[in-house]
């Protein structure tokens, strides 16, 4: 028995001694993919500098390899290779990310390392004759793509659908509640994930970076902005708030300078740019429950103060130019107090445009503002957005595909539909966002380049194309 017990006690130390080494081995997988990771996002904030070359994202990606002398070295590596491939995809290149944006001509790094590790204990089954690795090799892959410009700060101008129609109850298994509270729920994913102050700021001073405001169709009244931004004006025990008072739509000038309106003038705009929406003062710090805009968005956290109210149902249709042309003078003079900041618009409707309701309406064919063409005049607003340099998203919240649909869709331009002239609203085609999973849409507008996000997921994305290099799969085209 004892020469039994003898080699019996050989196989389990053998066997706990390959489990070791597997087990180093994973560890040491997980640090490689690490450093890899690392060396990706490095080259693709490189590929943002105006004086890029191949070469120059491809050192500054090996500077965060593992391999020997690099900031991730590593001394469990007893080899370290690294390859760096740089390349254009078009998928990239639909969110607004373009090849052409980079000095190298493409819009992402692919980052390959591979290195070797010594064993323990395996090695030493060659004593009994068996054919044993003195060293292991591992693998680790990591692609990232890259952002215009690297961590850009930004001004945003939220511009949502406040019409009745939002206060229909999406019963989609994501929200499950009336749209306007399910889009709110996708604004804080957005607010939370931008960077509100720069990074000298500390968690009680903020150097204000990416700055939000926020804008909503049909007009209020200005004077009554405070029931969208404020936790006053309740109602009898604390339960439910007073709403703003809508007005008939305004039509401010094309390219006007902006003054935001006061008093009992109609407005668009809820709020100013802020950048106090952060309890931390960082991006993913939660809601500052004190600020205007994280109040409109839902996040007070008191009951009876819901934020950002649609009108009730029936009393105001729907309308995107002139609120696009009043967020856009309003990023132009935010753009004008920041220099160096780049803008962003965001649009959120579940209609297309069809108001009767407008301050002197007359019927001027396609010629904004006009009682005409109203769809063709909000492509028409967003396409010079675009030319002044902003970014525009487009969120279709259960926006019909044709015209005779959802609130009499684009009813005033019979050859457009609302999900088609969102389509055209946005920047690039990846910047047009449909929600997959709303019970309004059941698949009647879908995003090509964004086929199954809800509304959730789309507000996230769209904060990480305003934020850093990210990393993306392998096998991205």
Not at 41 to 55: I, K, M, P, R, V
Not at 112 to 121: M, Q, R, S, V
Request: net charge neutral; proline share 4%; hydrophobic share 35%.
């Amino acid at each position: 028995m004892l020469p039994l017990m003898a080699l019996l006690f050989a196989l389990v130390i053998a066997m706990g001694g390959i489990c070791i080494d597997v087990g180093h081995a994973f560890v040491c997988k997980r640090e490689l993919q690490a450093s890899a990771d690392a060396a990706a996002l490095a080259g693709a904030w490189a590929l943002t500098a105006t004086n890029a070359t191949a070469g120059s994202v491809q050192s500054i990606a090996s500077a965060y390899s593992s391999a020997k002398g690099s900031k991730n070295a590593n001394p469990a590596f007893t080899s370290v290779t690294t390859s760096t491939s740089l390349k254009c995809l078009t998928t990239v290149s639909n969110w607004g990310v373009l090849c052409s944006g980079s000095n190298t001509g493409n819009n992402a790094i692919q980052v390959l390392e591979t290195a070797t590790i010594d064993t323990w204990f395996i090695r030493l089954a060659s004593v009994f004759g068996v054919a044993s690795a003195n060293t292991l090799t591992i693998q680790a892959e990591s692609t990232a793509a890259m952002r215009s410009g690297g961590n850009d700060q930004y001004n945003v101008a939220i511009v949502l659908d406040t019409t009745g129609s939002m206060n229909n109850i999406d019963h989609d298994a994501n929200c499950n509640n009336t749209e306007i509270y399910c889009a709110l729920q996708g604004l804080r994913v957005l607010l939370q994930s931008l960077s509100p102050c720069g990074p000298s700021s500390t968690s009680s001073n903020c150097v204000p970076f990416d700055q939000v405001s926020l804008f909503t169709f049909p007009n209020v009244l200005a004077n009554t902005t405070q029931y969208d931004t404020t936790c006053s004006g309740w109602g009898w025990g604390g339960w439910g708030q007073n709403s703003p008072t809508t007005a008939y739509y305004s039509t401010p000038g094309k390219g006007a300078s902006w003054s935001a309106p006061s008093g009992s003038s109609p407005t668009y705009q809820i709020t100013g740019y802020l950048s106090d929406y952060s309890k931390t003062n960082k991006p993913n710090g939660g809601l500052n429950p004190s600020s205007a805009l994280g109040i409109a968005a839902g996040g007070s956290g008191t009951r009876g103060c819901p934020g950002l109210q649609a009108a009730s149902s029936g009393v105001m249709s729907t309308y995107y130019a002139g609120a696009i042309y009043a967020a856009q003078s309003s990023l132009v003079a935010a753009q004008a107090s920041n220099p160096g900041s780049k803008n962003a618009m965001v649009i959120l409707t579940d209609a297309g445009a069809n108001t009767t309701q407008m301050n002197n309406g007359k019927h001027l064919g396609n010629t904004y503002p006009s009682l005409d063409n109203q769809c063709s005049q909000g492509i028409a607003a967003a396409s010079y957005a675009k030319s002044q340099g902003t970014t525009v998203y487009t969120v279709s919240y259960g926006a019909a595909s044709n015209t005779g649909s959802r609130n009499n869709g684009c009813s005033t331009d019979p050859a457009l539909s609302p999900c088609s002239t969102l389509k055209q609203m946005a920047s690039a085609p990846g910047n047009f966002y449909s929600d997959a999973t709303s019970e309004e849409n059941t698949g009647q507008c879908i995003s090509p380049a964004n086929p199954s996000l809800n509304l959730n997921q789309i507000f996230q994305q769209i904060s990480s194309q305003l934020t850093f290099a990210r990393l993306i799969p392998n096998e991205t085209r």
